[in-house]
């Protein structure tokens, strides 16, 4: 079995890889599908391009391993290891020419995410995350904000696509927080919102129903940078429950749960 450092090098090379499919094609969409009842959660051949190009080079260097990835492509394979992925994080952005999307790839190894790769190709930042180790942006170690209060943090967010209908949007979380905090962003790539919060960027960070691969490098990017995470009852995030997530700088994470509870009562 390849060492992890061993992984963590050929992954980072297949995300770059999986970042030139995206720069190569960009203004280039030609095939726009929708998945299931939602008008705006979309899929492009891009998507799909990018997640058969990982897949395929993913079980190529470890065939024992397994794959979830968003766009539907999975391994049966029983294995201690698991790849979470998300070939386009943004695909939305990227569609309209917006340059703020990424690759995002993890490992669980035993049910625990052991690495975290995030590439933003438009923007050129790669962030690799190996617990133990340390958050690395373009292989310099980052670390979260050390803002304290909450009235001078900056915020970021999104909302489900299924905001059109659902009674539970995200609309009254983010009225709360736009009066408390002093600005919030809603860029749309969780994974890459994530990022910005283990490297100081963002202080606080909240969002629902977001999926694994969506959560798991971002998650451990922020660990390891010293933040917090936590679901929405402020107990230990569980990437395959709910979705319902909060992520800080950890010194005013007590703050986002105090507002997302008076929200909620």
């Given at each position: 079995?390849?060492?992890?450092?061993?992984?963590?090098i050929?992954?980072?090379r297949?995300?770059?890889?999986?970042?030139?499919?995206h720069l190569?094609n960009?203004?280039?969409v030609r095939q726009i599908?929708?998945?299931?009842?939602?008008?705006?959660?979309?899929?492009?051949?891009?998507?799909?391009?990018?997640?058969a190009?990982?897949?395929?080079?993913?079980?190529?260097?470890?065939?024992?391993h397994?794959?979830?990835?968003?766009e539907?492509s999975?391994?049966?394979?029983?294995?201690?290891?698991?790849?979470?992925?998300?070939?386009?994080?943004?695909t939305?952005?990227?569609?309209?020419?917006f340059?703020?999307?990424?690759?995002?790839?993890a490992?669980e190894?035993?049910g625990?995410v052991?690495?975290?790769?995030?590439?933003?190709?438009?923007l050129r930042?790669l962030?690799?995350t190996q617990?133990g180790?340390?958050?690395?942006l373009n292989?310099?170690?980052?670390?979260?904000?050390?803002?304290?209060?909450?009235?001078?943090?900056?915020l970021?967010?999104?909302?489900?696509?299924d905001?059109?209908e659902a009674?539970?949007?995200?609309?009254?979380?983010f009225?709360?927080?736009?009066?408390?905090?002093?600005a919030?962003?809603r860029?749309?790539?969780?994974?890459?919102?994530?990022?910005y919060?283990?490297?100081?960027?963002?202080?606080?960070?909240?969002e629902?129903?977001?999926?694994p691969w969506?959560?798991?490098?971002g998650?451990?990017?922020?660990e390891?940078a010293?933040g917090?995470?936590?679901g929405f009852?402020?107990?230990?995030?569980n990437?395959y429950?709910s979705?319902?997530t909060v992520a800080?700088?950890g010194k005013?994470?007590?703050?986002?749960l105090?507002?997302?509870r008076?929200?909620?009562?």
């Amino acid at each position: 079995m390849k060492s992890l450092p061993t992984i963590r090098i050929v992954a980072c090379r297949i995300a770059l890889k999986a970042g030139e499919i995206h720069l190569k094609n960009y203004g280039k969409v030609r095939q726009i599908t929708h998945k299931g009842r939602h008008p705006i959660n979309l899929v492009t051949e891009v998507d799909r391009k990018t997640e058969a190009f990982i897949v395929k080079n993913l079980l190529k260097n470890f065939p024992d391993h397994q794959i979830l990835a968003e766009e539907g492509s999975f391994s049966k394979t029983e294995s201690p290891y698991k790849w979470l992925v998300d070939p386009l994080d943004g695909t939305t952005n990227y569609l309209h020419g917006f340059p703020f999307f990424s690759v995002s790839m993890a490992l669980e190894i035993k049910g625990r995410v052991e690495l975290g790769i995030v590439y933003a190709p438009m923007l050129r930042e790669l962030f690799v995350t190996q617990r133990g180790k340390g958050t690395f942006l373009n292989g310099r170690r980052v670390r979260v904000s050390k803002e304290k209060d909450l009235s001078k943090s900056l915020l970021a967010t999104g909302f489900p696509y299924d905001v059109r209908e659902a009674k539970r949007n995200n609309l009254d979380f983010f009225t709360a927080f736009l009066t408390r905090g002093r600005a919030i962003r809603r860029a749309g790539a969780a994974s890459v919102d994530l990022c910005y919060i283990a490297c100081g960027r963002f202080d606080g960070f909240w969002e629902l129903r977001l999926k694994p691969w969506d959560l798991a490098a971002g998650i451990l990017a922020i660990e390891e940078a010293g933040g917090k995470t936590s679901g929405f009852d402020g107990k230990k995030l569980n990437l395959y429950g709910s979705g319902d997530t909060v992520a800080s700088n950890g010194k005013i994470h007590a703050s986002l749960l105090r507002i997302i509870r008076q929200v909620e009562n």
